[in-house]
Antibody, heavy 124, light 109 residues
């Protein structure tokens, strides 16, 4: 049973950087793609980024492209989300979650077993 | 949101309710749909995957379907414990992103 434990959430000023970590246990992350999804206070789910099972491909939402970078270290069974040039509107709870491919597409939608979330607050 | 859901639905305990999720040819029209349930302060939980499959532990009161570019989540035998937010989601092959609905708040009267 895969368990994802997140860390790195913090309060930062606009323009600063933050790195979120997502450590997996119960299953090796090798061979699986992972998503990052965020949820602003009182709002819905907003997809942020995806990393392919071997790290060879990454995809980003337009609003973070060029500012956020997703990466993985399979030797540490850990995913990362590097967030640079943070904006007030990036304030949200950030979740990491394994991908569940569909029979039709090699990248699907988030699976079950989401991380507990990391709270990121960007404020001056 | 790329996918459109009603902001809220409500029904009495024991009744049946449906939540719609409308998209386009590049997402729901092409791909399979997932549904997520979320309670306040908690992470989302996968309720339905591949449009109409349930993960182990999800009761058969929850079911999913799709027609064209719209998907539907149905919940029968409503319980007060079902009150929460429900989101649809899928991969959009044109945008190369995961798209979610804006979420539907279910109230069990």
């Amino acid at each position: 049973q895969l368990k994802l434990v997140q860390s790195g959430g913090d309060v930062v000023h606009p323009g600063r950087s933050l790195r979120l970590s997502c450590e997996a246990s119960g299953l090796t992350i090798f061979g699986y793609g992972f998503h990052w999804v965020r949820q602003a206070p009182g709002k819905g789910l907003e997809w942020v980024a995806f990393i392919w099972y071997d790290g060879s491909e990454t995809y980003y939402a337009d609003f973070v492209k060029g500012r956020f970078t997703v990466s993985r270290d399979d030797s540490k069974n850990t995913l990362y989300l590097q967030m640079d040039s943070l904006r007030v509107e990036d304030t949200a709870v950030y979740y990491c979650v394994k991908d569940l491919p569909t029979p039709r597409t090699r990248i699907g939608a988030p699976d079950d077993g989401w991380g507990q979330g990391a709270v990121v607050t960007v404020s001056s | 949101s790329v996918l459109t859901q009603p902001p809220s639905v409500s029904a009495a305990p024991g009744q049946r309710v449906t939540i719609s999720c409308s998209g386009s040819d590049s997402n729901i029209g092409y791909n399979f749909v997932s549904w997520y349930q979320q309670f306040p302060g908690a992470a989302p939980k996968l309720l339905i995957y591949d449009t109409n499959s349930r993960p182990s532990g999800i009761p058969d009161r929850f079911s999913g379907s799709k027609s064209g570019t719209s998907a539907t989540l149905a919940i029968t035998g409503l319980q007060t414990a079902d009150e929460g937010d429900y989101f649809c989601g899928t991969w959009d092959r044109k945008l190369n992103v995961v798209v979610f609905g804006g979420g539907t708040k279910l109230t069990v009267l």
